[in-house]
């Protein structure tokens, strides 16, 4: 028989069933997709940003550095 102090360390049945239950949740949630405004969200994140006072970005590169 194995001596524990409660607490310290969960045997390996209850581990296996909480790793169980995780992969039960998991699968759920893969299975339910990434919702249609997520999408959206990043479709325009991957957008070039408009500068703020409305004109065209600079695309040159001159390489002046300044």
Same mark, same amino acid.
């Given at each position: 028989?194995?001596? #524990? $102090? *409660?607490?310290?360390?969960?045997?390996?049945?209850?581990? !296996?069933?909480?790793?169980?239950? $995780? &992969?039960?949740?998991?699968? +759920?949630?893969? #299975?339910?997709?990434? *919702? +249609? &405004?997520?999408? +959206?969200?990043?479709? #325009? $994140?991957?957008? *070039? !940003?408009?500068?703020?006072?409305?004109? !065209? *970005? +600079?695309? &040159?590169?001159?390489?002046?550095? #300044?």
């Amino acid at each position: 028989m194995e001596t #524990r $102090l *409660p607490g310290t360390t969960l045997g390996s049945d209850i581990q !296996a069933k909480i790793g169980q239950h $995780l &992969r039960a949740m998991y699968d +759920d949630v893969v #299975r339910q997709g990434v *919702p +249609d &405004r997520f999408l +959206d969200l990043l479709s #325009r $994140l991957d957008e *070039p !940003a408009a500068p703020k006072d409305g004109s !065209a *970005p +600079d695309t &040159r590169n001159d390489g002046g550095g #300044r």
